[in-house]
């Protein structure tokens, strides 16, 4: 079974850039459809990116194409999420998640979460 862990959140000015690591364990992120995905206060848990298993496709969500960029490192088993010109509306806890099927962009097709990690934006 898949352990995620992700990193790299915390507070950052409006305009600012973050990257934030998912750390996989008990398998490997090239076996697997790989996601980000996060929650803001009061709403849903939505896609942001994510990254086949098949041939390293990447998905976004139409919203935040330009402004996120998801990566694997397969030596060091992560994921990564870039994100660049950072807004207030980004603050939200983000979650790595892995399935072993196709990305997409509902949550009920992921199996296995990371705990999250809090990003905050100030204005």
């Known amino acids: 079974q898949v352990q995620l862990v992700e990193s790299g959140g915390g507070l950052v000015q409006a305009g600012g850039s973050l990257r934030l690591s998912c750390t996989a364990s008990g398998g490997t992120v090239s076996m697997y459809g790989m996601g980000w995905f996060r929650q803001a206060p009061g709403k849903e848990r939505v896609f942001v990116a994510g990254i086949s298993q098949y041939d390293g496709t990447t998905y976004y969500s139409d919203s935040m194409r330009d402004r996120f960029t998801i990566s694997r490192d397969n030596a060091k088993n992560t994921v990564d999420l870039q994100v660049d010109s950072l807004k207030p509306e980004d603050t939200a806890v983000y979650y790595c998640?892995?399935?072993?099927?196709?990305?997409?962009?509902?949550?009920?097709?992921?199996?296995?979460w990371g705990q999250g990690t809090q990003v905050t934006v100030s204005s």
């Open positions: 998640a892995a399935t072993p099927g196709l990305v997409k962009y509902t949550t009920q097709a992921w199996d296995y």
